[in-house]
């Protein structure tokens, strides 16, 4: 078993960040405003790394340590809103929790956004990976509406 050494979250309480300041740091127009977005970006970079190994052959070999990175890149995005929602909103006790942690819809985001950068840039049909990250824009941007509104708890990490 691995062990990493992280420091505190660099967050300050504050607004999650909605689909936006994601999308905007994927397509290089925005340096990322926060820890969280500087992970989401570095996801990016793991899908990208692991295609081009395919790409080459060799995927089988760095599938693991993509996995990795990207549980790590996970936690991370977690370990930082959670640090944004220290001091509210608090939803009720009887709010649902959301099925999925932020950090893993941010993730899908990412690698929705990655996979139409792919086909595109290989002149390939991106119809369907365009509505993939359409209806994923749509899904985070709806989780972080609930979220700040405190309708849905989220998921969030223990240390």
């Known amino acids: 078993m691995k062990y990493v050494m992280v420091g505190p979250p660099e967050s ?3 607004l999650v960040p909605d689909t936006g300041q ?4 994927f397509a290089g127009v925005e340096e990322p405003q926060n820890a969280a977005v500087r992970a989401a970006v570095a996801v990016t970079g793991m ?7 395919r790409a080459a052959g060799n995927g089988d070999a760095v599938q693991p340590q993509v996995v990795d990175a990207l549980a790590f890149l996970i936690f991370g995005i977690n370990r930082e809103v959670k640090a944004m929602l220290a001091e ?3 939803p009720p006790p009887d709010a ?3 099925p999925d942690t ?3 819809e941010v993730a899908s985001l990412a690698f929705r956004y990655f996979r139409v950068w792919w086909f595109q840039s290989r002149k390939a049909d991106i119809s369907v990976e365009a509505n993939d990250l359409n209806l994923q824009i749509e899904t985070v941007n709806a989780l972080v509406a609930d979220v700040r509104a405190g309708r849905v708890r989220l998921r969030l990490p223990d240390r």
Do not use: F, Q
């Open 12 to 14: 300050a309480p504050g």
């Open 22 to 25: 994601y999308l905007r740091a």
């Open 47 to 53: 899908y990208r790394t692991l295609y081009e190994a």
């Open 88 to 90: 509210g909103p608090h």
């Open 96 to 98: 649902p929790e959301h």
């Open 102 to 104: 932020y950090g893993d």
